[in-house]
Structure formats: structure tokens, C-alpha cells
């Protein structure tokens, strides 16, 4: 590799480093952090990977920003190089060099090489895919062991974001229409990255398995599949005007061209159809899905891997030959650039003196939440000193609770499991929230009063605790007659009321074993929106009243607006 090119590089990921430890997290990362704190097989609506990622990083360097985004930047590094090994075996080292540069020219790369997103590890791994199986195809017929290593990283990716799980399409397509490796499904190699790419899958298909299958149902409503079919012409536009912006015009205009004279023109060329065939089937499928509803630009971000290198190709050789196309590319590069940085510091068109609207500012999203939080928190302390009781937190949507989640001083968890900030009671899935510890749950007392020994302080009441907790397990297993267990546990109610008067249950109350410990309780509910509280908020508590109404400012400019209820007395709503 270029030595010049390298050092880019290396600087370019230390400011990533850098500045993506200045920046406030944005309500999905402040969200993936808190998978990060409660490891699973999978989750709600992708597998561990983002998880894992998070948790690594923070392991490193704290639960703070940094802490974070630290893998991000080395992911991008990493995409980066694998871009430059295989553009240089394909077409040399100059079309390699150009292509890194485009790809770290482009704005929503850029922004996930700054932000920890799910397409950080997923584009990261779908290179090292490509760039593994065309080195397994290079050795072809021999086995190499960049067949296993081609669909590890695939497994990897699939386990980051299932879209990865494409990238097995792709693979089959290119052998599948060249007849020189055909013969591949015949030879160990394909079967043996096969077989190590479906070990990825086994952990959200566990998952999956004991959750209802709630993903495939995520799924099919995300792409609009769980609805009849329809037609929409201006949503499909709606898309792929929206890759113009995340692309930068010139660049994904000069892609689309290079896609479209690979397919006619140059398709005898296998190098054309190998990188071609690695991008189309993703924008094949988003693109009609997006017929009906469209869909997110960043969706297809891992198609353009391979598109990039494609028409980086076309555009340095057309560049030899015309000054116009010279002129293109540089256009191109330039725009990138200057979109890339102006995203980095969008305040720097506030300095101009130009009163840019932060609603219409992406960056917008990750200001203004750490003050937020503060705010409600030191709102709580205050209710909480003129009532003399605790009080929990609500946020009308998970991205709510999330940021304010990170950024609280203070991070009170109710129960094992439990995030410091709820979402509104509901009986619908949506979001991971659904399966951690929630305020209308029904909690059994054994569980009370485990977590409650260790804070016990009087030897007495401790060993009470401990002996009646003892008989009841010891009894479960002896099954006796509904007397002696009734018996049993009104002794278990009777010993935690006596370390805890103000628990919400009663001795004699045996035959509703499960309680609510925030039956009673005061909560604030917070919210971004101006909407008035939900049903689930208005009916689960006895008074429901607006205290405090904010807006938040940055530059003299408003940036968000905060309301905050008062919910008086939580009372559990009738399923």
C-alpha cells in the first residue's frame, strides 16, 4: 500500500477517534448501548453483534462516548483496507488508492465511521466477505481457507444486521452464471462456507424460537410485507432520491452509471459481473419493497462496496482518455468531501451567520440530550424531597428513554434487568423494551425478597427472611397440599414486611402470588413531542398532571422541546 495513503488513513481514524468523543450519542446508539448492558443471543430486531461491539468498547474506556464509538472508527479502517486489497488485485493499486479515497469521500460513510451504527459492522464485514471469497475463487479448484474465512465473516455480518445474509445470494449468483466456477457447488469449498455461515444463524434463530418469532414479524412490517400489495411510484423516488443525499449527488450518480455499463457493456468481463452481482440483488430487493413504502438510504450501504470499486474502475479509466470525465470525478470527490465535513461540524454554517433550522439538521439528533437528563433529574429529587417517596422515570419512546438513560447522574434500577427509564406500558412488541424489566409486570415474592437479602442489615430479620425463603423452595419440590404452601408464603410476606413495611402486598393476600412493586408509585413521564400522554399513561395513574415545559436551545436556536407529567399513584391497567 501507498505510504501516503496509509498515513491518510491512520489520521483520518485518530480524528474519528477524536471527534466522535465530542459528540453526544444519538438515541440509537444511547439504545444499543443498552443492549450492551443486558447480553443476549439476540435481540428485538438484529442479532448480538452491535451488542458485543458496545460492550468491548466500553470495557475499554467506560460507559462515555468514546467508550462507545471506539470500534467504529477501526471498523472503517478496516473496510477501507479491504476495499484496497481486493480493488488492487482487480484493477491495480491507482484504482485502489481512488477507491478508498471515494469511499472515505462519502457521507454516510463517514458518519458511520464517526457514529457506532449497525452499518459499521455490517459493511466492515460484507468486505472482508468479498474480499475472502474472491481470493478462495483465485485459488480455485484447490481448497483454501478463505472459503471458512468468507463465511465466518458473512456469519459475523449476518449476526451484526440480517441484510448480510444477501451476501450468501450474491455468492451463488456468481458462481452459478460463470461457467468456470460451476462446478464449485460440486466441491467442498462452497459447502464448507455454507456450513460456517449457518453456525452464525443459530443464535437469533434460538432466540427467535423463544420469543415467537417476534423478528420475522418485525421484519415483515419494516418492509411493508405485512400488508396487501400496493403501488407507489413516488415512494420508490422517495428512495432513491434519498441515496442522492447520503451518497452525495455526483458520487451516486457516477455509481449508478458505472452499474449500468457494467450490466451492458462490459459483462464478459467477470471482474464487472463478480462486483456488480455483489451490489444488485441488495438493490434489487430494497427497491421493490420500496414500491410500496420506502425505505431507509442506508440500507443497501453494503452494495455499495463492491459498486464503488466498479465505478471507480470505469471513472479512472474514463479520466485517461477525457477531460470530462477528469472534471466528473474531481466534481465528485470535492462534493463528497464538502458534505462529509460539513456533517462533522454543521454549526460551522450557524457561524456564517446562516440560521440553519435544527429540525432539518441530522445532527440535531445527538444534542441537547445531557442537559435534558440532568434537568429530569434534578426535577425527581425535588418531587421526591416534598413527597418523601421514590419516584420512576417514563419516556414516551424508547429513543427518549435510551438518551436519557446514558446521560442521567443518577441511573436508579428498579429490579434486575430493568433500564433507569421505562416505556409506556403496552401489551403490543416494538422494541426491546418489551423484554426487560417493566413497571406493569407481576413480580413473584421469592424473587422480592432475594434481591432484598443482601441489603439487609439486622441479623434477625435477615435470618427470618432466609428460612422462610428455605422452607417455601424446599417445599416446591415436596408439592404439599394449597393450605401448607399458603401457609408458607404468607410466612415468606410476613418476614419481608417486617424489613419492609411499605412493600405493596399483604399477608393474607397469598392468592395473588404475584405483586407490582410500583403499584402506589408517583413516575414522570418525559417527552419530545407535544403530544398529551398516552391511554396507557392517562389510565394507568390516578392524576396525571403537566409540572415543566423546556426548550431546548443551541446557538440561540431552538433545538428540541421537553414536557414533563406528573403521574400520581401507578395502579396496574386490566389486561
Given at each position: 500500500?501507498?505510504?501516503?495513503?496509509?498515513?491518510?488513513?491512520?489520521?483520518?481514524?485518530?480524528?474519528?477517534?477524536?471527534?466522535?468523543?465530542?459528540?453526544?450519542?444519538?438515541?440509537?446508539?444511547?439504545?444499543?448501548?443498552?443492549?450492551?448492558?443486558?447480553?443476549?443471543?439476540?435481540?428485538?430486531?438484529?442479532?448480538?453483534?452491535?451488542?458485543?461491539?458496545?460492550?468491548?468498547?466500553?470495557?475499554?474506556?467506560?460507559?462515555?462516548?468514546?467508550?462507545?464509538?471506539?470500534?467504529?472508527?477501526?471498523?472503517?479502517?478496516?473496510?477501507?483496507?479491504?476495499?484496497?486489497?481486493?480493488?488492487?488485485?482487480?484493477?491495480?493499486?491507482?484504482?485502489?488508492?481512488?477507491?478508498?479515497?471515494?469511499?472515505?469521500?462519502?457521507?454516510?460513510?463517514?458518519?458511520?465511521?464517526?457514529?457506532?451504527?449497525?452499518?459499521?459492522?455490517?459493511?466492515?464485514?460484507?468486505?472482508?466477505?468479498?474480499?475472502?471469497?474472491?481470493?478462495?475463487?483465485?485459488?480455485?479448484?484447490?481448497?483454501?481457507?478463505?472459503?471458512?474465512?468468507?463465511?465466518?465473516?458473512?456469519?459475523?455480518?449476518?449476526?451484526?444486521?440480517?441484510?448480510?445474509?444477501?451476501?450468501?445470494?450474491?455468492?451463488?449468483?456468481?458462481?452459478?452464471?460463470?461457467?468456470?466456477?460451476?462446478?464449485?457447488?460440486?466441491?467442498?469449498?462452497?459447502?464448507?462456507?455454507?456450513?460456517?455461515?449457518?453456525?452464525?444463524?443459530?443464535?437469533?434463530?434460538?432466540?427467535?424460537?423463544?420469543?415467537?418469532?417476534?423478528?420475522?414479524?418485525?421484519?415483515?412490517?419494516?418492509?411493508?410485507?405485512?400488508?396487501?400489495?400496493?403501488?407507489?411510484?413516488?415512494?420508490?423516488l422517495a428512495f432513491v432520491g434519498l441515496h442522492f443525499g447520503v451518497y452525495s449527488p455526483l458520487i451516486f450518480a457516477g455509481i449508478l452509471w458505472a452499474l449500468w455499463r457494467g450490466c451492458r457493456e462490459e459483462w464478459e468481463d467477470f471482474r464487472c459481473k463478480f462486483l456488480a452481482l455483489f451490489g444488485l440483488p441488495l438493490l434489487v430487493m430494497y427497491c421493490v419493497l420500496s414500491i410500496k413504502k420506502s425505505g431507509e438510504a442506508n440500507w443497501t450501504a453494503p452494495a455499495f462496496?463492491?459498486?464503488?470499486?466498479?465505478?471507480?474502475?470505469?471513472?479512472?479509466?474514463?479520466?485517461?482518455?477525457?477531460?470530462?470525465?477528469?472534471?466528473?470525478?474531481?466534481?465528485?470527490?470535492?462534493?463528497?468531501?464538502?458534505?462529509?465535513?460539513?456533517?462533522?461540524?454543521?454549526?460551522?454554517?450557524?457561524?456564517?451567520?446562516?440560521?440553519?433550522?435544527?429540525?432539518?439538521?441530522?445532527?440535531?439528533?445527538?444534542?441537547?440530550?445531557?442537559?435534558?437528563?440532568?434537568?429530569?433529574?434534578?426535577?425527581?429529587?425535588?418531587?421526591?424531597?416534598?413527597?418523601?417517596?421514590?419516584?420512576?422515570?417514563?419516556?414516551?419512546?424508547?429513543?427518549?428513554?435510551?438518551?436519557?438513560?446514558?446521560?442521567?447522574?443518577?441511573?436508579?434500577?428498579?429490579?434486575?434487568?430493568?433500564?433507569?427509564?421505562?416505556?409506556?406500558?403496552?401489551?403490543?412488541?416494538?422494541?426491546?423494551?418489551?423484554?426487560?424489566?417493566?413497571?406493569?409486570?407481576?413480580?413473584?415474592?421469592?424473587?422480592?425478597?432475594?434481591?432484598?437479602?443482601?441489603?439487609?442489615?439486622?441479623?434477625?430479620?435477615?435470618?427470618?427472611?432466609?428460612?422462610?425463603?428455605?422452607?417455601?423452595?424446599?417445599?416446591?419440590?415436596?408439592?404439599?397440599?394449597?393450605?401448607?404452601?399458603?401457609?408458607?408464603?404468607?410466612?415468606?410476606?410476613?418476614?419481608?414486611?417486617?424489613?419492609?413495611?411499605?412493600?405493596?402486598?399483604?399477608?393474607?393476600?397469598?392468592?395473588?402470588?404475584?405483586?407490582?412493586?410500583?403499584?402506589?408509585?408517583?413516575?414522570?413521564?418525559?417527552?419530545?413531542?407535544?403530544?398529551?400522554?398516552?391511554?396507557?399513561?392517562?389510565?394507568?395513574?390516578?392524576?396525571?398532571?403537566?409540572?415543566?415545559?423546556?426548550?431546548?436551545?443551541?446557538?440561540?436556536?431552538?433545538?428540541?422541546?421537553?414536557?414533563?407529567?406528573?403521574?400520581?399513584?401507578?395502579?396496574?391497567?386490566?389486561?
Open positions: 500500500m501507498n505510504r501516503w495513503l496509509l498515513f491518510f488513513l491512520l489520521v483520518l481514524t485518530g480524528a474519528r477517534l477524536f471527534l466522535g468523543g465530542r459528540m453526544e450519542l444519538s438515541p440509537d446508539e444511547a439504545y444499543y448501548y443498552q443492549w450492551s448492558q443486558r447480553l443476549d443471543w439476540a435481540y428485538y430486531s438484529k442479532g448480538p453483534g452491535m451488542a458485543l461491539a458496545i460492550r468491548a468498547g466500553t470495557a475499554l474506556l467506560g460507559s462515555t462516548e468514546m467508550g462507545v464509538r471506539l470500534l467504529s472508527p477501526f471498523l472503517a479502517l478496516g473496510t477501507s483496507l479491504c476495499i484496497f486489497g481486493l480493488a488492487r488485485r482487480l484493477y491495480g493499486e491507482s484504482v485502489a488508492m481512488w477507491a478508498v479515497l471515494m469511499i472515505n469521500f462519502t457521507p454516510i460513510f463517514n458518519a458511520g465511521a464517526l457514529l457506532m451504527t449497525i452499518d459499521a459492522l455490517s459493511i466492515f464485514f460484507w468486505a472482508t466477505a468479498l474480499w475472502a471469497f474472491w481470493l478462495a475463487l483465485e485459488r480455485s479448484p484447490k481448497f483454501s481457507g478463505y472459503w471458512p474465512l468468507a463465511g465466518l465473516c458473512m456469519g459475523l455480518g449476518f449476526l451484526s444486521k440480517y441484510t448480510n445474509a444477501m451476501e450468501l445470494l450474491s455468492v451463488v449468483l456468481v458462481l452459478g452464471l460463470t461457467a468456470q466456477y460451476r462446478r464449485e457447488f460440486a466441491r467442498p469449498g462452497f459447502w464448507v462456507m455454507l456450513g460456517v455461515f449457518l453456525l452464525g444463524v443459530i443464535p437469533p434463530v434460538v432466540w427467535n424460537a423463544h420469543h415467537d418469532w417476534i423478528t420475522v414479524e418485525h421484519l415483515r412490517n419494516r418492509g411493508g410485507l405485512d400488508s396487501g400489495p400496493a403501488f407507489h411510484p413516488e415512494e420508490l462496496v463492491s459498486l464503488g470499486i466498479l465505478a471507480v474502475a470505469f471513472w479512472h479509466e474514463g479520466a485517461r482518455r477525457s477531460l470530462g470525465a477528469r472534471r466528473f470525478a474531481v466534481a465528485a470527490l470535492g462534493l463528497g468531501l464538502a458534505v462529509s465535513l460539513l456533517l462533522v461540524d454543521v454549526d460551522a454554517v450557524r457561524r456564517l451567520g446562516i440560521d440553519w433550522p435544527y429540525k432539518y439538521d441530522p445532527s440535531g439528533r445527538l444534542r441537547g440530550w445531557e442537559t435534558a437528563a440532568i434537568a429530569v433529574d434534578d426535577l425527581r429529587h425535588k418531587m421526591e424531597k416534598e413527597t418523601g417517596r421514590p419516584i420512576f422515570l417514563i419516556a414516551n419512546k424508547y429513543q427518549t428513554a435510551s438518551s436519557l438513560s446514558f446521560y442521567l447522574p443518577e441511573k436508579r434500577m428498579d429490579g434486575p434487568g430493568h433500564p433507569p427509564v421505562y416505556i409506556p406500558e403496552s401489551q403490543a412488541i416494538e422494541n426491546q423494551y418489551s423484554f426487560w424489566g417493566r413497571y406493569d409486570e407481576m413480580t413473584e415474592p421469592p424473587e422480592i425478597a432475594r434481591a432484598m437479602l443482601p441489603k439487609v442489615e439486622d441479623a434477625t430479620k435477615r435470618e427470618a427472611l432466609e428460612t422462610a425463603l428455605k422452607e417455601l423452595d424446599a417445599s416446591a419440590s415436596a408439592k404439599p397440599d394449597a393450605e401448607k404452601m399458603a401457609e408458607l408464603r404468607r410466612g415468606l410476606i410476613r418476614a419481608m414486611l417486617e424489613i419492609d413495611p411499605t412493600l405493596p402486598m399483604e399477608e393474607y393476600a397469598s392468592e395473588d402470588w404475584g405483586i407490582s412493586l410500583f403499584q402506589g408509585r408517583d413516575a414522570l413521564f418525559i417527552s419530545d413531542r407535544p403530544d398529551r400522554p398516552p391511554t396507557a399513561i392517562k389510565k394507568g395513574f390516578e392524576k396525571v398532571e403537566l409540572v415543566a415545559a423546556w426548550q431546548e436551545e443551541r446557538r440561540g436556536l431552538p433545538l428540541r422541546l421537553i414536557w414533563v407529567f406528573a403521574c400520581h399513584k401507578y395502579q396496574s391497567l386490566p389486561l
